[in-house]
């Protein structure tokens, strides 16, 4: 698996993180994951779930890069986050889905 510094690094070869003392950098970035996600909303929408993994991929690997320029260890967060889920009632909340 691609590790974030590796997601990071290829970002900034190709000029995507030159704006990072922008403002609006984490803003448009995490807007970027969102767009992500939507695409994959609509290849699923259109029946073609082979896209779908491309899109995941794009969050993934923008998630990564996020993760990498504000200094967060994206892997040990997650790993507290499963833990914390594990934990959970079924269907906590009383959600849906």
């Known amino acids: 698996m691609v590790t974030q510094q590796e997601a990071h690094d290829v970002e900034v070869a190709h000029g995507l993180t030159e704006l990072k003392n922008n ?8 807007a970027l994951i969102m767009s992500e996600a939507a695409e994959a909303l609509e290849w699923h929408r259109q029946g073609k779930s082979e896209e779908i ?6 969050i993934m690997l923008r998630t990564m890069n996020l993760a990498e320029d504000l200094g967060i260890d994206l892997n040990a967060c997650i790993e ?15 959600k849906l889905y």
């Open 53 to 58: 993994g491309h899109e995941l991929a794009d």
């Open 80 to 94: 507290a986050k499963h833990k914390i889920n594990m934990g959970r009632p079924f269907k906590h909340g009383n």
């Open 23 to 30: 403002p609006l950098y984490v803003p448009t970035k995490l």
